[in-house]
Every structure is written in C-alpha cells, then in structure tokens.
C-alpha cells in the first residue's frame, strides 16, 4: 500500500550547522510528496511540495528534491536556526487519490 | 489565507459518552479530512470527504463516525467514547487536488 517513512524521530542540533531529514516513500501511482511544519501549540503548515523527479524546490531556506529513482524526498537545510525547531511531516499523495499519508513526523530541536 | 476553525479547542469527555467534534472552513473547497495525532504515529487519516453529503473511511475509522451535511461543514462524532481515543484531533480543507492542506488550530480530547 501506500506509505511514507520517516527513520528519525529525534534531531538535536546545535545552531548554525546543516540538516537533512529523511523521507522515503511507496506508491504505485505517481507520487506528489510534500513537507508540512508543525510549531509547538500550532497546526501543521505547508512548507514545500513537489511533483517533479529530480528538481530542487525551496521555501524558508529548507529545500528538497524528489527523486523517483530512490523514492525519496528529503528535507534540507544548510544551516538551521533556533526558530526551525519544530515537528516536521513528509507527506505523499498518490496521483489515484486526493488524500494526503503522512510519516510518523520528525522532531528537530535547535540549540544554541 | 484559508481559515479552519475547530471547536471545542479541549473536551474532557467520560468513558462512554458521545462526543462531537466541529470543523468549518471558509476556502470553499470540496476536501475535508479528519486526522489524528499521536506521538511516534504522525497524523493518521480517519474520515473524509469530497463534499457535502459525502463521508469515506480513512485508515482508522473504527470507532469514528462523521458528517458532511453543507460545504463548509464536517463533524466528526464518537459514539461511544474510550480512553484510547485520547488524542489530538486536526481537521483539514483542501483543493479539488488535494495538495495543499490547510488545517485548523486541533481539538485536545481526553477520554476519563
């Protein structure tokens, strides 16, 4: 069936370095993943989608590049602020169906 | 921006009991969706709908009901409350796509 898999369910950092946060995924159809953000006591946000293999997408300095042949589509960032600490869902809507399947979610906290 | 508005924010409810929970949206969109979220699980889908008059089951609709009686609309129902269904509870509009889902504030429930 289809499914998403985040293998992180903790990053700690220290402010200023890089992050990467995984996401793979399964689906027969083809695949529209996205990157939702969730702030402590807020609801979960967009914060950038993609649909086309192997082209980079940015918003807020986080970007990834959805890659078929791997089926993954990480979320990156060169250097992290205490303000990115938050939860962060990768998401994948098959192209067969208008519901969006979410991973179990990654933590990232930033520290100073 | 598109706007969800969930209701009750926090529900105390008792082993048993009915309980409703209430979303309305303002961005027209056909879409809705129930999830829940609990930690180490992400948001897992319950019901949703592609417009008024119209209900589906998600991954987890055992012991959920909901319903979509106008556009703007969609309640989500325990009929007979327990204490596994403590949760957090997003409501959610999206597009006719399905791409971009914009969810409300959480409702807080806690089963006794």
């Known amino acids: 069936g289809d499914s998403v898999t985040q293998t992180e369910g903790l990053v700690t950092l220290t402010k200023g370095l890089p992050v990467m946060l995984n996401c793979t995924y399964q689906t027969t159809y083809s695949p529209f993943l996205f990157w939702y953000v969730q702030h402590l006591n807020e609801a979960p946000k967009l914060l950038l989608k993609?649909?086309?293999?192997?082209k980079r997408t940015e918003h807020q300095g986080f970007y990834a590049t959805l890659h078929k042949s791997s089926s993954s589509f990480h979320l990156q960032k060169s250097s992290v602020q205490l303000s990115d600490s938050a939860l962060y869902f990768c998401a994948l809507r098959p192209s067969n169906y208008n519901v969006l399947y979410f991973g179990s979610g990654t933590k990232l906290t930033v520290e100073p | 921006e598109a706007a969800v508005t969930q209701s009750p924010r926090n529900k105390v409810a008792v082993t048993g009991g009915k309980v409703t929970l209430s979303c309305n949206q303002t961005n027209n969109h056909n879409n809705m969706y129930w999830y829940r979220q609990d930690t180490g699980h992400g948001l897992r889908l319950i019901h949703y709908?592609?417009?008024?008059?119209?209900?589906e089951k998600g991954d987890i609709p055992d012991g959920y009901k909901a319903s979509r009686p106008s556009q703007e609309n969609f309640s989500l129902i325990l009929e007979l409350a327990t204490p596994s269904q403590t949760s957090v509870y997003f409501c959610?509009?999206?597009?006719?796509?399905?791409?971009?889902?914009?969810f409300g504030a959480g409702t807080r429930l806690s089963v006794l």
């Open positions: 709908s592609y417009g008024a008059g119209s209900t």
């Open positions: 959610a509009s999206g597009d006719a796509k399905g791409n971009t889902l914009y």
């Open positions: 993609s649909s086309t293999d192997n």
